[in-house]
C-alpha cells in the first residue's frame, strides 16, 4: 500500500472540506479505493499507487478550479472527480470564454457592453489604454478586474491603483487618523472593486506584501512601474504636470490604463485637465489607445443613465 502526504496550503480549508466536512465526504465517495485522512492543511492518502497518482492529478485540478474561481462547489468536485478526461478544465474554459475573472465569491467578472468588451480586446494589443466616459460605464470596474486576471496570470508582478487625491465640490477639512485613514477615502472606489474580485484574506495577504498597491497620485513621483499593472483612476482631475508625471513612470512589461469622466472635472478653474491635454499630444501613437464609453454602456441603477443624459441637455 502506497501512502502520501498533501499539503493545501494554497486552499481556504473550509473551501475545500465543506461544513461539517461534506466536500471531503463527496470527494472521499468518488475514491472509495483510498484512505483519505485530512487534518488542517494536510490530506494523507493511503492506497494504491495508481490511485494515489489519480488523487494528486485530480487534486491538482481542483486546486487549478480553485485559482480560477476563488469557490469549489459541490458540482465541480463531481466534474472533475467523476470525469476520467484531461480538458475537463478547457472545456469549463471554453463555455466561459466572456469571463475576465470569477469574483471573490466565484461570480463570474464580465465584460457587459461592447465598449467594456473592447477594453478587454485592446490591453490584449497595447501596453496603454484611455477608457473616459460617464459614471458608471464600468470603465474603473474592468480595468481592476483585466489588472486581477494578469496579475493571477502572473503576467505581472503587482498591480498600482491610484487617484488624485482632489475633494468632488466639497471641502473635507481636516480628517483624523494616520496617513493612510486620511487618504483612503479617496481611494475607497477602487477597494470596492478589489473586495468583489479577491477574497478577504488573500486581499490583505496581497496588499501587505505590496503586490497590490493602492495610493494617491502623489506617491507615483520619482518611481519606475515594472512588471505591473497600473490604474489612474479619476484621470479628469489630474493636472498637466501630473499626468506627464504619471506617463512617464512606465516601465519595462507594464500596461496602463488610464480612466476618466471628461464632464466631471474637479480642479480649480485655473487649472487644465491633464487629460484632456494627453487626449489631444497623443492620439495615433502605436501602443496607446482610445476607448470611448457612452452612456449606452452605464450599468449602473436604470435612473442613472437618465439623469446623466438630462444633465448632458440642460
Known amino acids: 500500500m502506497n501512502e502520501k502526504t498533501f499539503y493545501i496550503d494554497a486552499f481556504d480549508p473550509l473551501e475545500l472540506y465543506g461544513v ?24 494523507k492518502v493511503a492506497g494504491a499507487e495508481a490511485d494515489v497518482a489519480y488523487f494528486e492529478k485530480k487534486l491538482n485540478l481542483l486546486g ?33 470564454h466572456d469571463v475576465i475573472l470569477f469574483g471573490s465569491k466565484g461570480m463570474p467578472i464580465k465584460a457587459r457592453t461592447e ?81 468583489d474580485m479577491i477574497p478577504v484574506e488573500k486581499l490583505n495577504q496581497y496588499i501587505e506584501t505590496q503586490m497590490i498597491q493602492i495610493a494617491p497620485l502623489a506617491f507615483m513621483r520619482g518611481r519606475t512601474l515594472d ?47 491633464g487629460l484632456l491635454q494627453s487626449v489631444q499630444l497623443l492620439s495615433g501613437v502605436a501602443g496607446i489607445d482610445f476607448i470611448y464609453l457612452k452612456s449606452e454602456d452605464i450599468i449602473r441603477h436604470k435612473l442613472v443613465k437618465e439623469i446623466i443624459s438630462r444633465y448632458n441637455e440642460g
Open 20 to 43: 461539517n466536512d461534506a466536500k471531503l465526504k463527496q470527494i472521499k465517495k468518488h475514491l472509495p479505493n483510498l484512505r483519505i485522512v485530512a487534518r488542517g492543511s494536510e490530506i
Open 64 to 96: 487549478e478550479q480553485y485559482h480560477k474561481t476563488n469557490t469549489i462547489s459541490e458540482a465541480a468536485i463531481d466534474r472533475i472527480f467523476g470525469q476520467t478526461g484531461d480538458n475537463i478544465l478547457e472545456k469549463a474554459s471554453e463555455a466561459n
Open 115 to 195: 465598449n467594456q468588451k473592447r477594453m478587454v480586446q485592446s490591453i490584449a494589443k497595447n501596453d496603454m489604454l484611455f477608457a473616459i466616459g460617464p459614471a458608471g460605464s464600468g470603465k474603473t470596474y474592468t480595468a481592476v478586474a483585466l489588472a486581477v486576471r494578469a496579475l493571477k496570470n502572473k503576467e505581472v508582478k503587482k498591480i498600482i491603483l491610484t487617484r488624485p487625491a482632489v475633494e468632488a465640490g466639497e471641502n473635507l477639512g481636516f480628517l483624523p487618523g494616520d496617513l493612510k485613514e486620511k487618504l483612503d477615502p479617496y481611494l475607497q472606489p477602487l477597494y470596492d472593486a478589489l473586495y
Open 227 to 273: 512588471n505591473a499593472f497600473v490604474i489612474l483612476d479619476e484621470a479628469q482631475n489630474t493636472t498637466q504636470s501630473q499626468m506627464k508625471m504619471f506617463l512617464t513612470r512606465m516601465g519595462a512589461n507594464a500596461k496602463f490604463i488610464i480612466t476618466g469622466d471628461t464632464t466631471q472635472v474637479d480642479l480649480p478653474k485655473n487649472q487644465s485637465s
